[in-house]
């Protein structure tokens, strides 16, 4: 079966510094890859995703980046955290097509 | 612009009784319809999906109905109960991003009391 680990579960940053969380699926392959925000009271936000290796797609423009280094790996990164970053970070596996998506627990992030 | 919407921030409901979510979209390219339940400081999970080409898909107690003229889409769980209480998403995607991404709806905070 598939999982998605997703690390850490809490993060608490000052303003200005830099961000790594990762994203790992096992389970299956070539998986298409998410990252999601969801910030107080509101929606799921779609940041990035990506549907191959290197291959990343970017939604909103904001000071975050992602990577893919390997098939089944998604980092979200940023040089210089904002207070606005603030949120609960998801990340999600779907295979390609007509498919649901899978989360995995998220990284609650406090931005000081 | 919301492409998906749910209307209803939240809903309560007794236990045993019918909950109804409601979800509308604007999209005419979205084909692919999904409900997520989300617990606080969890990941959302996936409930159930209807295809276009259908109008009705059941999965136990879950059921969900798509109105295509209306861009209308709904989420029935009978009977409710207390486990039920959480947060509903309504999500939506089409051929015209290769169904690789998903628009969600704000959401809908359901509480089944006992």
């Known amino acids: 079966s598939q999982t998605i680990h997703q690390w850490p579960a809490t993060l608490v940053q000052p303003v200005g510094s830099p961000l790594s969380l990762e994203c790992t699926v096992e389970?299956?392959?070539?998986?298409?890859l998410y990252w999601y925000r969801q910030a107080a009271g509101r929606g799921l936000q779609l940041l990035f995703y990506?549907?191959?290796?290197?291959?990343i797609s970017s939604e909103v423009p904001q000071n975050l980046s992602a990577s893919r280094p390997q098939d089944r790996q998604f980092i979200l990164s940023s040089k210089k955290l904002l207070l606005s970053d603030s949120g609960f970070y998801l990340c999600?596996?779907?295979?390609?097509?007509?498919?649901?998506?899978?989360f995995g627990d998220g990284t609650r992030l406090s931005i000081l | 612009d919301q492409q998906v919407k749910q209307n209803s921030p939240s809903l309560s409901v007794q236990e045993g009784r019918i909950s109804i979510l409601n979800c509308d979209y604007t999209?005419?390219?979205?084909?692919?319809f999904l409900w997520y339940k989300k617990y606080p400081a969890e990941g959302p999970t996936f409930l159930i999906s209807?295809?276009?080409?259908?109008d009705k898909n059941e999965d136990g107690r879950f059921t969900v109905f798509l109105n295509k003229s209306a861009k209308h889409l709904s989420l029935h769980i009978v009977p409710s109960q207390p486990g039920d209480s959480a947060v509903y998403f309504c999500?939506?995607?089409?051929?015209?991003?290769?169904?690789?991404?998903?628009?969600f709806g704000k959401g809908t905070m359901l509480l089944v009391s006992p």
């Open positions: 999600a596996w779907s295979r390609q097509g007509n498919q649901p998506q899978h």
């Open positions: 389970g299956t392959s070539n998986p298409n």
């Open positions: 990506s549907v191959g290796i290197g291959q």
């Open positions: 999209n005419s390219m979205f084909d692919y």
């Open positions: 209807i295809s276009s080409i259908k």
């Open positions: 999500a939506a995607s089409g051929r015209d991003s290769g169904y690789s991404t998903l628009t």
